[in-house]
Nanobody, 114 residues
């Protein structure tokens, strides 16, 4: 069974940066298009960044130009570099395949507040 372990969240001031990591157990993730999702309080989980096996990336308008998704297949890890963070980025962040094929991990909390 594939396990997803997200880390790197925390409390950051507006304008700050964080780098999230998602480790996928085994190398199965290397054959999947992957995505970062987030769920803010009272809202549905949404896809905010995706990366294909060919490393083509795409972003939700809300994060475009501020966030960058990448992957390191040798480490079975997907990253999300988040810059110029805003209070509205506060959420629990998750990774999964682009089609949400696997059980969700515990996520990592990101709080943007002064």
């Amino acid at each position: 069974q594939v396990q997803l372990v997200e880390s790197g969240g925390g409390l950051v001031q507006p304008g700050g940066s964080l780098r999230l990591s998602c480790v996928v157990s085994g190398s199965i993730g290397n054959s999947r298009d992957m995505g970062w999702y987030r769920q803010a309080p009272g809202k549905q989980r949404e896809l905010i960044a995706g990366i294909t096996t060919f490393r083509t990336t795409n972003y939700a308008d809300s994060v475009k130009g501020r966030f960058a998704i990448s992957r390191d297949n040798a480490k079975n890890t997907v990253y999300l570099q988040m810059n110029s963070l805003k209070p509205e980025d506060t959420a629990v962040y998750y990774c999964n395949t682009r089609w949400q094929e696997w059980s969700w991990g515990q996520g990592t909390q990101v709080t943007v507040s002064a």
